[in-house]
């Protein structure tokens, strides 16, 4: 596990997720009312879809493919169809800038 | 059944009794389609398939109710459907393929909409748009567009299903002689499916389900029968029809019935002197139901339901076009079957199905009789082996069980 | 894409005749020669894709024994009714799968073609040929044919072996 810059606290705008490369994987960060948050950015439910174009609310990210819900701290998976919980990494802000722990 | 009188279509019933049958029943499409309205897509209940074909939650199996497709799913918990194989988005069909296990979902591959296997719509991709373009309407609401759920129920292992939500209860439905012969050989035992024969007749599907009612026809067309005294002219029957297109057959089995010869066999097969079988396991039945007795029944309107011998199967009557109809057998045995039972069970499936010994002619036949009915429509069928009236009987010359299906056909469809 | 084995050319072209006589056998509705094809204890059996690839075990055409198989000839001589038509079988793909001094399992492709009297050809049946072929002095023999159809359904009725 490394602690990796990916990006500025700026570039989430809140109530969105953005994908970046960090250690050899692809990583959404999310911004849900100024509180951030790291997944995989890619949805358990297989289906190539991108949790960072999903909708972000109340502590949840909804993956625009087929609609599942993940929590965003635990990345428990909240509704169907996908089964499975996604993947969270450790995050902290300095001096303006995400770091994710992957 | 149905309240309906009206008629179905706008053509006359000869009338000259309840014996004769007009040919344009075989060839019309518009009275095909009331049929379908009617029946198979209305309140009758359909065979769809075995429990044991869906065994383990996440297993599908793709089947057929009347001419419309369907998915039979078990879903985690264990519960069967049957839903309609047809995305609710465009109509493409959601499963592609024919079965399979360890389903989590339905994922119609066109695009990707996504189902629960009880038929709930739980996906659809980009509802909510693509930043900054709208997806579906906010007013769209996931509840309202699951997959078409059909009401459905198990019994004795086997699946039924009907369109009609407001169907009788299927037992209400199958009346208490045909769920009598029913439960004989489901009665609850674990089946094991032995596998599948399927058969294509160009022929109206009611030409099938008449030539699995008309015993008159079996030792005559079927000469194996008489020659090895699986099924005698002059043998005890015992034949119920019933007013709601159902029927069921008895006849009771000598083991020594290969060496009991009479007047009527002699006088059918004089030619056949001298032809023996070299395996009689063939046509040796062994008496599992304790009871002496071969049985079949017609489940209206799809199934035949036999026991030959030791030799089960459902013939599931599928109509695909006013003359042409798929004969799907699927054939089973029970769980607990010993090696000598599965064996006897192998052989004696030589005496059915497509390449059937005392079934291989029906659908010759039939496949020859649906053009001259079809360039024949107004010529009439005579019904009357037996007599004009419609009743049991202990003969298997008769045709009583035709009368009484058209006396019900008619009724049904307001000929 | 490794190179296939073309080693044994030379069975694969003996088998190949067997497997046409057998053929012309059935096309020419000598169905005492065909008997004559098998062991006397060999299995045929004819069955569906769908079936054969669960591992079940129901066959359209199930003979256990020379017995059996000669009584699916005879019985189709005397007793069966059924419209005359001319069927042709095709058999190629010929596989050699496994040769050892006993027995040699081949696999084998067939198509079926049938013409009524008064229709055109059309193609009946379509599949694959699994075979345990044993030599004897007169031969070859199948010790078991499983004729495996890939038709969902047969064309009205499977009146003859495959």
Known sequence: MAWIDVAAVADIPDGEGRAFSAGGRLVAVFNCEGELFATDDACPHGQNAKLSMGFVEEGRVECPLHQSCFDLRTGKVLTPPADADVRVYGLKVEVGRVWVDV | MNDMTTPAIERV???????????????????????????????????????????????YRRSFVGVKPVLITRDEAGEIHVLENRCSHRGAPVCWRQRGKGKKDLVCPYHEWTFSLSGELQGVPFLRGT???????????????????????????????????????????????????????????????????RQTIPANWKLYFENSRDPYHATLLHSFFSTFGLYRADAEFDIQPLDNGHE???????????????????????????????????????????????????????????????????????????RETELSWTYYGYADDDEEMHRRRMKQGNLVGPSGYVSLEDSEVLAQLQPVADNYPDSVQVIEMGGREIGPTTTAITETLLRAFYAFYRREMGL | MAAPDRSNAELRAALRDFYEDYAASLDDLRLEDWAEFFTDDALYRVMGRETYDQDLTHSTIYCDGGAMIRDRAAALRRTAVYEPRLMRRFVSGVRVLEDSDDEIQAEANFMISEAMYDRPARLFLAGQYKDCIVRTEAGFRFKARTAVYDNYSIPITLILPV
């Open chain 2, 248 to 322: 069921t057959i008895r006849s009771f089995f000598a083991s020594t019935a290969a060496d009991n010869r009479s007047e009527v066999t002699d006088e059918l097969k004089s030619i056949k002197e001298g032809f023996a079988l070299e395996d009689m396991g063939v046509v040796t039945p062994f008496d599992e139901f304790g009871d002496g007795v071969i049985s079949s029944l017609q489940l209206f309107p799809s199934v035949m339901v036999q026991q030959h011998a030791n030799t089960l199967a459902i013939r599931n009557i599928l109509p695909k076009s006013v």
């Open chain 2, 13 to 59: 019933w000869p009338e000259l009794g309840g014996g004769r049958v007009p040919a344009w029943i075989y060839s019309d499409e518009t009275l095909f389609e009331r049929e379908l309205e009617r029946f198979h897509h209305g309140r009758c209940w359909s065979y769809v398939g075995l429990e044991c074909e869906v065994p383990t939650p996440g297993s």
């Open chain 2, 131 to 197: 930043r900054p373009h709208p997806g579906m309407p906010r007013d769209f609401n996931k509840a309202e567009h699951g997959l078409r759920r059909l009401k459905s129920t198990v019994r004795g292992g086997v699946i039924w299903a009907s369109y009609a939500l407001d169907a009788p209860d299927f037992e209400t439905y199958a009346g208490p002689g045909v769920l009598r012969a029913l439960d004989r050989t489901f009665p609850g035992r674990p089946l094991r499916l032995l596998g599948y024969s």
